[in-house]
């Protein structure tokens, strides 16, 4: 019996989960293969509504893409980037990109899954941040999208929350109207998971390194992802940065982006040349 189980509950999984890597392998070397409960569409379905409603209350509030010229440069730069996201996964191309700037003192940016991303304006003032060092950042954060993070994160959650029960109750029934229910109950919760949670060590480390090279690609100098890291860093004090409540503070990540630059350097170079 025992033995059914676990057949069936792998049977559900396979069905349900992409097990596998979700980006191509590249000169950053990411190939972890990822655990994915919730379906792709609906993580996109549930960050497009939240993303709307952000906007919506951005714009009650007349703080959004306030400062045009600014946000000309922010989606050049998006743009510069988006460009290169085949390299990784060629259907990101076709995803529905938006690029949107917030007038606020917080310093923050974030690409919410299926290519929704917005600049809060403190990130580009309080770090009088140069457009190499706003590609490297923006180019951190498509990088979680591409890697499917935010789905990545609720699907452990929604494991955490409902476990082997929910799983139960889905082989138990057997139905697609099951999985359905389930979903929905992840739905709600979902939406603000992608906040709420923090990515994990091994999250921030691949976004880093496909960001590095996702920015390189763009013609972005790799170098400046080090100097992003240092502003970002000697704001602390008082009043950390917003960016560092989804992005814990990471001693290692300095060191790290330096032995990854020359990596990418190649490519920052050609992109030059062309
Ligand atoms: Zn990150």
Sequence with gaps: MKNLTFILLAAVFLNLSGCASTTNDSVAGVKRTQFMLMPASQVVGMSSQAYTQTLQESQKK???????????????????LIAQVGVFRPDAVQWKWEINVDKSDQVNAYCMPGGKIMVLTGLIDQLKATDDELGAVIGHEIAHALREHGRERMSQAYVQQFGLQALGAIITKGSSSAVGNASTQAAGLGSQLFFALPNGREQEREADKIGLELSARAGFNPEAAITLWQKMNALGGAKPPEFF?????????????????????PLYEASKSK
């Design 245 to 265: 409540s989804t992005h814990p503070a990471n001693e290692n990540r300095i060191a790290d982006l330096r032995t990854l630059v020359p990596k990418v350097k």
């Design 62 to 80: 007349n703080t959004l893409n306030t400062d045009k010229t600014q946000l000309a440069r922010v989606r050049n730069i998006s743009n510069r």
